[in-house]
């Protein structure tokens, strides 16, 4: 049994074909890379994913059980998750209590959500920060909390968008840091949609690139920056395969 | 540390003394009005200001309230205690049917589509004279015949002072679910979707349902209040419906701080003697005045204390005892 699989998913928006035909599967506790050129369709696929649009055409299987249709809300329960490029803190709620939401995702009794909560908080690093509201938070705080909310979910797959945008070096480096220990601590898949190539590279077991809704270029990272196709679409045709 | 503490039940104990001192009728009345006008508000507050919905329909329910006891008593000769839950119920039936496609819109488009539902019930309840042997009696309203003495059965009193003591108890017990509800999974749930729908969306809340919640529970406090306005003033009208007035609960709401546990109720002391005082003093001479100190009181609200008056003070206050601790 597949663990994840996309299928010819197909999005458009009136005239503009945002995902193209897109396939692409993820293994268990596996990192995959997402990369590609501004407006390659990279967010609109986590958004199609995470049920927020409902594709064209095309199925999203998650150990088997087809996405297509189901709400964010569902799509959440059944353990794939996201964060959004642009941080969503719930600004009014104490960081505790933004963690507690996600928490309550899996259980309805109070100590249980405020202890995997905290648990999440101590282990993101904002464990000290657990009763300020998440407004005051620093932009890289806010982008742990983020994180910390989806890991509150208990998810199987998590769908991180530019994670690392914004974020000064020393940030980079430990958010590389956090996302590893992730993946090493709780198993989950993930899913980066990044920017920072020199982070992408570091940590992706594999790299797919999109370019105008389509996946161009698929395989481990340093054969993928290799990739003719892959240059061409960065750095335009002259660049390109002659 | 301590006075602070003791404020809430230092402001209880006023509010149950009251009418002990003061023996003036008008004082009376007024003070029943501002704590009707502040459990009205509360119960706005549970949609608008904890799950930030700005409803601005909550009329229909306190005239749906209002509507329902008075002709259960009328026609069923139901007592009016037991009318004001029906009545409840009724409402939160209600709320469900408005909710629905009103929930698929956000913003001031919720907000205009609920204020579209209120202003239907009050144009039908307006031009509808009689329905199914039922008389509604249209815009000329319905009167409560009066009956003599102090009854809780017929929740009718000579004395005023006994009104003033339930709306105080309806408030009290509306004021401690509201804050049991904010710490709750649920009111955490409504206030991740006020501050942010689509984050929480994604962390597995089904947004609309639990909007659906806060609004049958908000409903059916907003009718209660029908229930007693009824029974307070022995005259219903469609006016109870108005778009209007719904404007006036959300303000109240919204110049104490909505989301905030004691909001509606310090919007309610201080925009409800300005309606009252007008009226009093003023009568139907200067009809727009009332309308203009509100409108003042609004535009320094907006411009000092943008949510409210509530949160800045509690700031001021929680930074004061911090220093000193």
Not at chain 1, 47 to 61: A, E, K, M
Not at chain 1, 107 to 118: H, K
Not at chain 2, 248 to 276: K, Q, W, Y
Request: net charge positive; hydrophobic share 50%.
């Amino acid at each position: 049994m597949a663990f994840f699989v996309i299928q010819g998913l197909h999005k458009h928006f009136g005239g503009l074909v945002a995902v193209r035909d897109f396939s692409m599967t993820i293994e268990r506790g596996e990192i995959v890379g997402l990369i590609g050129p501004n407006g390659a369709g990279k967010t609109t696929l986590f958004n199609v994913i995470t049920g927020f649009h409902s594709p064209q055409r095309g199925q999203i299987l998650f150990k088997s059980k087809n996405l297509v249709g189901l709400g964010p809300d569902k799509i959440c329960q059944l353990g794939i998750v996201r964060t959004f490029q642009i941080v969503m803190p719930f600004q009014t709620l104490t960081v505790l209590d933004n963690a507690k939401v996600a928490a309550f995702c899996r259980t309805r009794s109070n100590e249980e959500a405020t202890q995997s909560s905290m648990e999440i908080l101590e282990f993101l690093g904002l464990k000290d920060k657990i009763h300020l509201p998440a407004g005051n938070l620093t932009l890289s705080q806010k982008k742990k909390l983020e994180m910390a909310r989806a890991l509150a979910t208990q998810p199987e797959v998590l769908l991180l968008d530019e994670t690392l945008a914004g974020l000064n070096a020393t940030e980079i480096e430990g958010m590389v840091e956090t996302v590893r220990k992730i993946r090493a601590e709780k198993g989950v898949a993930i899913v980066a949609v990044e920017h920072v190539m020199r982070a992408v590279m570091k940590i992706s077991d594999r790299i797919v690139v999109m370019d105008q809704g389509q996946k161009i270029a698929e395989g481990p990272p340093q054969e993928v920056v290799r990739n003719p196709e892959v240059i061409k679409a960065y750095l335009g045709e002259e660049y390109g395969p002659a | 540390m301590a006075w602070k503490r003791n404020l809430p039940y230092l402001a209880l104990l006023i509010a149950i003394l009251f009418p002990i001192f003061v023996r003036d009728p008008y004082f009376l009345h007024a003070a029943i009005m501002i704590l009707f006008s502040a459990y009205l508000a509360s119960s706005w507050n549970i949609i608008g200001g904890l799950a930030g919905q700005h409803s601005f329909g909550h009329s229909a329910f306190l005239g749906i309230g209002a509507y329902s006891s008075t002709l259960l008593l009328l026609y069923l000769n139901i007592p009016p205690f037991l009318g004001m839950i029906l009545g409840g119920m009724i409402a939160s039936l209600v709320s469900i049917g408005i909710g629905y496609p009103c929930f698929k819109l956000r913003g001031p488009y919720f907000a205009l589509s609920t204020l579209a539902f209120t202003e239907i019930f009050r144009i039908v309840v307006t031009t509808t004279e009689t329905i199914g042997g039922i008389d509604l009696r249209g815009a000329a309203g319905i009167l409560i015949p009066l009956r003599k003495g102090n009854s809780f059965l017929n929740f009718q009193f000579a004395d005023k002072t006994f009104y003033y003591y339930i709306i105080l108890a309806m408030l009290f017990l509306i004021l401690f679910i509201y804050k049991r509800m904010e710490k709750s999974r649920l009111g955490i749930f409504l206030s991740a979707i006020r501050d942010n729908e689509e984050a929480a969306r994604s962390l597995g809340i089904s947004a609309t349902r639990y909007k659906m919640i806060a609004l049958i529970v908000s409903g059916f406090f907003g009718a209660t209040a029908g229930t007693f306005y009824a029974q307070f003033f022995l005259y219903i009208e469609p006016i109870l419906f108005s778009s209007a007035l719904s404007i006036e609960i959300l303000l109240v709401a919204i110049v104490g701080g909505a989301g905030t546990l004691t909001g509606p109720l310090i919007g309610a002391l201080m925009l409800t003697p300005v309606s009252e005082m007008t009226r009093a003093y003023l009568g139907g001479t200067y009809a727009g005045v009332q309308l203009i100190l509100y409108g003042a009181i609004l535009v320094a609200v907006m411009m000092f204390a943008p949510q409210g008056i509530v949160p800045p003070l509690s700031r001021r206050y929680r930074s004061l005892f911090e220093r000193r601790a």
